[in-house]
């Protein structure tokens, strides 16, 4: 099974990743780097700590995501492809039929999506819609990454998917806060993995998610 042991480091020297897997991950990195010269794909403020900050940041949630029960992951509001893209590069050679459903309503973020998915040759499905006018969807995994805040994904979740079997989110400093005060109107079972990259940040895998009657 690939791990999150490999992202310990800042640099993605890895013992049960093959080199053709980090050699994309790192012509992904560099797509990204060219591309926000033109829209905004990430934070400027960011470009230099782009591994950390975003590449491994992604990766880690792997461990949440290489499970014999998850072969479809809904990446939400996904802009550059995190985590989405990453996980589809990861999981490539370990398992193909593993498809990454990503919804992103900007025209040249879905294009861009598209490119670095035809350029790695990625199974992944690419919808230039928003999500929040969707119905009656399908997934294994909901994943979201500084798309929308909590409460609202639970409600996306909810109203807009049919069926779905858990949703990792990743959540800041006040992430256990933010978990206490959904559980007022939602029950949940909830996972929690400490971050890899920021000692303050949670990554939550949350199953069995139903609204609380009143």
């Known amino acids: 099974m ?6 310990k480091n800042s640099k993605l020297s890895i013992q049960n990743v093959s080199r053709e897997t980090l050699d994309e991950l790192n012509k992904y990195r560099l797509s990204i780097l060219e591309k926000n010269r033109e829209i905004n794909l990430i934070s400027a403020s960011t470009e230099k700590s782009i591994n950390t900050r975003h590449i491994i940041d992604s990766a880690q949630t792997i461990d949440f995501i290489d499970k014999n029960d998850v072969k479809v ?11 989405g893209i990453v996980l589809a ?5 370990k398992k193909p039929e593993f498809k990454v ?3 992103e309503k900007s025209y040249h973020k879905s294009n861009f999506l598209k490119k670095i998915s ?11 819609k928003n999500i929040f006018e969707e119905k009656d969807l399908r997934t294994d995994i909901i994943i979201s990454r500084a798309f929308k805040p909590l409460p609202v994904i639970f409600e996306i979740a909810s109203n807009n998917f049919k069926k779905f079997k858990y949703i990792i989110l990743f959540l800041g400093k006040s992430g256990k806060e933010i978990l ?3 559980s007022k109107k939602w029950k949940f079972e909830c996972e929690e993995k400490k971050s890899l990259t920021n000692d303050e940040s949670l990554i939550v895998k949350i199953s069995n998610l139903k609204k609380k009657n009143g």
């Open 118 to 128: 035809k350029k790695f040759k990625l199974n992944t499905e690419i919808n230039q």
């Open 101 to 103: 459903i990503f919804y």
């Open 73 to 83: 992951c809904t990446d939400l509001g996904s802009g550059a492809g995190l985590p």
């Open 2 to 7: 690939i791990d999150s042991n490999f992202i």
């Open 180 to 182: 206490k005060e959904a």
């Open 89 to 93: 590069i990861l999981m490539k050679p």
